[in-house]
């Protein structure tokens, strides 16, 4: 079975500074990496991905993620957070046996000004 | 991008009404559509994947019989909810897979916020 964690419920930042939003996964076989972020009582809205090649991935808005196969890491990284960029990100897996996603708890990102 | 549509945005019906949830892929097919569910503050949960002229695959604990799933085109896939009660009322969200050029990835729709009086 797949799961995927998210360690922190939230994360602060402030405008301008480095921003990390961590996850952690279990899968049978290869993963499927994603990274999605929700504003209030809206859908889903995909960043990025990780399927194969570069474990350095860039996506949407500036952010970007490193595939860690040893650490079955696929942390979220920008370097310079907006006030913009607060939202609930999430990360999710899926692999070749099972096409659905699994999703992590979920992490809110708050950037002060 | 790949755009995905869910109607109606918001729902308030009686208890024991049904009421049917419409999501569909706008500019690419989509063999295969997936509902979820979200409750205040938590993740998602997979309900039930949807496949196009076939029969949706239900996650363990999702009733068919109460969360019915038709996918009768590439571009729709509609999720009735059957004699709703309090219970059922929750955020739906749809997803589309896009399976062009090898991306695999799944493009959702702004979901359904449905109340249940």
């Known amino acids: 079975a797949q799961s995927v964690a998210q360690p922190e419920d939230q994360v602060n930042v402030a405008e301008g500074n480095p921003l990390t939003v961590k996850c952690t996964y279990s899968?049978?076989?290869?993963?499927?990496l994603f990274w999605y972020v929700q504003y209030p009582n809206r859908g889903l809205q995909f960043l990025l991905k990780?399927?194969?090649?570069?474990?350095l991935v860039k996506g949407s808005y500036g952010f970007e993620a490193e595939f860690n196969k040893s650490q079955t890491s696929f942390h979220l990284k920008k370097p310079s957070a907006l006030v913009s960029d607060s939202a609930l990100y999430f990360c999710?897996?899926?692999?070749?046996?099972?096409?659905?996603?699994?999703f992590g708890s979920g992490t809110r990102l708050q950037v002060q000004p | 991008g790949a755009v995905v549509s869910q109607h109606p945005s918001r729902v308030i019906c009686k208890s024991g009404t049904s009421v049917k949830i419409e999501c569909r892929s706008l500019?690419?097919?989509?063999?295969?559509m997936f509902w979820y569910r979200q409750f205040p503050k938590q993740s998602l949960m997979l309900m039930a994947t949807?496949?196009?002229?076939?029969?949706?695959?239900?996650e363990q604990g999702v009733e068919k019989d109460k969360f019915l799933i038709n996918h009768a085109s590439l571009t729709l896939s509609t999720l009735t909810v059957t004699s709703a009660h309090p219970e059922d009322s929750s955020f739906y969200i749809c997803?589309?897979?896009?399976?062009?050029?090898?991306?695999?990835?799944?493009?959702f729709g702004p979901g359904t916020r449905l109340t249940v009086l």
């Open positions: 997803s589309a897979r896009d399976p062009t050029g090898g991306t695999d990835t799944q493009y």
């Open positions: 899968v049978s076989g290869n993963p499927y």
């Open positions: 990780y399927i194969t090649g570069d474990n």
């Open positions: 999710a897996v899926s692999y070749t046996g099972r096409r659905a996603l699994t």
């Open positions: 500019d690419f097919q989509a063999t295969t």
């Open positions: 949807s496949n196009e002229g076939s029969k949706a695959t239900y």
